[in-house]
């Protein structure tokens, strides 16, 4: 049956074009089949996820609105005016009860979602976490403070996603040692917020749950990764937050969305496991929250005998109290450039005025310039993140849709590495004369996704 289909096709020896047409012509199509079938798993895989946020957002309309019925006094507006060491202060010493605080945050923040699209997913949770440290005699540090966690951080019964679809439907198993440890000290978790796409993106946008904008200018990206915390902390709808932080993923959102963000040194605090990074590049979880005296009272929680018993590769250093409060006069060392990146007018300002605050409160500040800052980005910084060739990354984008913010970044990771030497061949003796940093902030001047799109193809090509 075979030799005479050959026959068909070879009469004489000849290849029957209409036969070869026709071949290409139906494995054309079995492609497009194959790749609409694909593409139709994922889109069922998104619209699954975006019914469970909605589902999980209008439970949070009911919980506040319930309590509003019940408590029709409650002062929401003086609530969320408090600063957190204050709002702590009034929690523990029971002028402000945890119901009412968490109820009117939740209530808040389903206000600021509505608007610049920063939750993910509403924590039921929260409600029973309520109640357990309500039943606790000893009350922690944040007693009774309603946090916020980006999508990424692991909290139990709740997807960790990062943007990514193939991360959909896996439930976490268990919280976080972050997450223990936040409620061993009395806070209570209640919303995970929006992240990009794999979390290697300036903006804060992906295909499941959409883009997040800025609450005070919604023309603007709220930054990213932690785009989705600084959304919320900003439009008041949060009081705490937790982001993650490689290359500017807590510091970016806090700038550009007036906020104060820690990236503590690596390992000061148990790590979350990282989605697309491997363990030579050191991820940091750290807080965010709109004063620095938050970020203190954070600190001051959890570094603690909690957090180094669960997670014993963070070293037992307990917050130092007395050199945090201590009015001796310091040495400071300080710069505002350090002839790598080159700072915006409005970074240099702060730095200046920063100076001489602390020289009127009696500190000697000392003009120094970074060692090495060329051998740190190009050789440890940039061929560590991308010593893989970006093979892990790319991994996880197996299976899924490429959000049109991240497409030319994925697409020049995609290059086979012979086109990529070719392309380095090329271009680094016309460029050999600048910085890899500094020519890709001249290519795209002024747009941090473009500025990240191009600086990252200049990592690839010339590290």
Same mark, same amino acid.
């Given at each position: 049956? *075979?030799?005479?289909?050959?026959? %068909?096709?070879?009469?004489?020896?000849?290849?029957?074009?209409?036969? &070869?047409?026709?071949? %290409?012509?139906?494995?054309?199509?079995?492609?497009?089949?194959?790749?609409?079938?694909?593409?139709?798993?994922?889109?069922?895989?998104?619209?699954?996820?975006?019914?469970?946020?909605?589902? $999980?957002?209008?439970?949070?309309?009911?919980?506040?609105?319930?309590?509003?019925?019940?408590? #029709?006094?409650?002062?929401?507006?003086?609530?969320?005016?408090?600063?957190?060491?204050?709002?702590?202060?009034?929690?523990?010493?029971?002028?402000?009860?945890?119901?009412?605080?968490?109820?009117?945050?939740?209530?808040?923040?389903?206000?600021?979602?509505?608007?610049?699209?920063?939750?993910?997913?509403?924590?039921?949770?929260?409600?029973?976490?309520?109640?357990?440290?309500?039943?606790?005699?000893?009350?922690?540090? !944040?007693?009774?403070? #309603?946090?916020?966690?980006?999508?990424?951080?692991?909290?139990?019964?709740? &997807?960790? $996603?990062?943007?990514?679809?193939?991360?959909?439907?896996?439930?976490?198993?268990?919280?976080?040692?972050?997450?223990?440890?936040?409620?061993?000290?009395?806070?209570?978790?209640?919303?995970?917020?929006?992240?990009?796409?794999?979390?290697?993106? =300036?903006?804060?946008?992906?295909?499941i749950y959409g883009q997040t904008v800025n609450p005070l200018n919604h023309k603007k990206s709220p930054g990213g990764s932690s785009g989705g915390e600084g959304a919320l902390i900003a439009g008041g709808g949060s009081i705490l937050g937790f982001g993650t932080d490689v290359a500017g993923s807590i510091r970016l959102?806090?700038?550009?969305?007036?906020? +104060?963000?820690?990236?503590?040194?690596?390992?000061?605090?148990?790590?979350?496991?990282? !989605?697309?990074?491997?363990?030579?590049?050191?991820?940091?979880?750290?807080?965010?929250?709109?004063?620095?005296? $938050?970020?203190?009272?954070?600190?001051?929680?959890?570094?603690?005998?909690?957090?180094?018993?669960?997670?014993?590769?963070?070293?037992?250093?307990?917050?130092?109290?007395?050199?945090?409060?201590?009015?001796?006069?310091?040495?400071?060392? =300080? =710069?505002?450039?350090?002839?790598?990146?080159?700072?915006?007018?409005?970074?240099?300002?702060? &730095? /200046?005025?920063?100076?001489?605050?602390?020289?009127?409160?009696?500190?000697?500040?000392?003009?120094?310039?970074?060692?090495?800052?060329? =051998?740190?980005?190009?050789?440890?910084?940039?061929?560590?993140?991308?010593?893989?060739?970006?093979?892990?990354?790319?991994?996880?984008?197996?299976?899924?849709?490429?959000? !049109?913010?991240?497409?030319? /970044?994925?697409?020049?990771?995609?290059?086979?590495?012979?086109?990529?030497?070719?392309?380095? !061949?090329?271009?680094?003796?016309? *460029?050999?004369?600048?910085?890899?940093?500094?020519? +890709?902030?001249?290519?795209?001047?002024?747009?941090?996704?473009?500025?990240?799109?191009?600086?990252?193809?200049?990592?690839?090509?010339?590290?």
């Amino acid at each position: 049956m *075979v030799q005479a289909d050959w026959r %068909l096709l070879l009469p004489e020896g000849e290849v029957d074009p209409h036969a &070869v047409v026709a071949l %290409l012509c139906g494995s054309a199509i079995a492609v497009l089949v194959w790749r609409w079938v694909g593409q139709r798993q994922i889109q069922k895989k998104m619209d699954q996820a975006r019914r469970t946020r909605d589902l $999980s957002l209008e439970r949070m309309e009911e919980v506040a609105r319930r309590f509003k019925q019940q408590n #029709p006094g409650i002062q929401a507006g003086h609530i969320l005016s408090l600063p957190l060491v204050e709002l702590a202060e009034k929690l523990k010493e029971g002028s402000l009860s945890p119901e009412s605080v968490l109820y009117t945050y939740i209530d808040r923040a389903l206000e600021v979602t509505r608007e610049v699209n920063c939750v993910t997913d509403f924590m039921q949770g929260c409600e029973e976490q309520l109640r357990e440290v309500r039943r606790k005699e000893e009350r922690g540090l !944040l007693y009774g403070i #309603p946090i916020s966690i980006k999508n990424h951080i692991g909290c139990k019964g709740h &997807v960790s $996603s990062g943007g990514l679809v193939q991360f959909l439907g896996r439930a976490e198993e268990e919280d976080s040692v972050i997450v223990q440890v936040l409620k061993r000290q009395g806070a209570i978790p209640f919303v995970k917020t929006n992240v990009p796409q794999s979390m290697i993106n =300036y903006d804060c946008s992906n295909l499941i749950y959409g883009q997040t904008v800025n609450p005070l200018n919604h023309k603007k990206s709220p930054g990213g990764s932690s785009g989705g915390e600084g959304a919320l902390i900003a439009g008041g709808g949060s009081i705490l937050g937790f982001g993650t932080d490689v290359a500017g993923s807590i510091r970016l959102p806090s700038s550009f969305c007036g906020l +104060c963000g820690l990236k503590p040194t690596g390992n000061r605090l148990s790590n979350c496991s990282s !989605l697309f990074i491997k363990s030579w590049v050191t991820g940091t979880v750290g807080p965010m929250a709109r004063d620095v005296d $938050s970020l203190a009272l954070c600190m001051r929680a959890l570094l603690c005998d909690d957090m180094f018993c669960l997670d014993p590769t963070v070293p037992p250093l307990p917050f130092n109290e007395e050199v945090y409060s201590s009015s001796i006069s310091l040495r400071i060392g =300080y =710069y505002d450039g350090d002839s790598y990146f080159q700072p915006s007018p409005s970074m240099r300002r702060a &730095v /200046q005025e920063i100076k001489k605050l602390l020289q009127e409160a009696g500190h000697t500040l000392v003009p120094f310039t970074p060692p090495r800052i060329d =051998y740190m980005v190009d050789e440890l910084f940039t061929r560590g993140l991308f010593s893989d060739g970006a093979a892990n990354l790319l991994d996880k984008f197996k299976g899924d849709i490429v959000d !049109l913010t991240l497409k030319s /970044q994925i697409n020049c990771y995609r290059l086979p590495i012979l086109v990529k030497k070719i392309l380095a !061949l090329i271009l680094k003796p016309v *460029v050999s004369h600048l910085d890899v940093y500094p020519l +890709c902030t001249l290519i795209a001047v002024g747009d941090a996704q473009m500025w990240e799109q191009s600086s990252a193809f200049c990592y690839e090509l010339f590290s």
